[in-house]
């Protein structure tokens, strides 16, 4: 940043003040360090004086690293000890609806394996987005915005969540019902 870019900043500042710039500064011995930087203009004697405080924060910036390694150590953790119990359930669940048809035919069974094989993907699928979170803040991915359609996004949040419950859109009142299911 030029000098005059930086006074312009400072003449725009209601306190005429430029606070809070971070910048790598460089010693005469080639030592390099972070540093945040204030600029403040002062009068004095009909004259405009800058002074300008740097503060070493290189303490500050081995914590952040620190905190970002240890969140991303915690994620990987806790997505390992999720996802290991997780496999051998959905693979147990699938097995016995396909493999096991006098299952297939107690309402209530089968309403029970749906529902622990619905559980298992629903925690897979959060598994995967925290996945992609966590890519996301380190910038290795990009969104794109979609056109959705709410009503579908409400019914498939639902299903995801509850066993036992439709959604019915009320157009003209913008709307969304929830509808028990019967029996």
Known sequence: ETWEAIREEIDRSPDREVSGREMMLISKSGDRGP????????????????????????????????????????????????????????????????????????????????????????????????????????????LDRIRCNIYDAIRGAIQDAALGVDVEEDEPAGRVKLIPHEG
């Open 35 to 142: 540093v945040e930087t204030h600029l403040r203009m002062v009068p004095h004697d009909n004259d405009e004086v800058y002074i300008e405080t740097v503060i070493d924060i290189s303490e500050r910036k081995a914590l952040e690293k620190r905190m970002r390694d240890l969140r991303a150590e915690w994620d990987s953790f806790i997505r390992h000890e999720l996802r290991n119990p997780l496999t051998p359930i959905l693979a147990f669940s699938q097995s016995l609806m396909e493999d096991q048809p006098e299952l297939q035919r107690n309402p209530k069974v089968k309403q029970y394996l749906e529902a622990i094989w619905q559980g298992g993907k629903r925690i897979e699928r959060l598994l995967d987005l925290t996945y992609e979170v966590q890519a996301y803040e380190r910038g290795q991915i990009l």
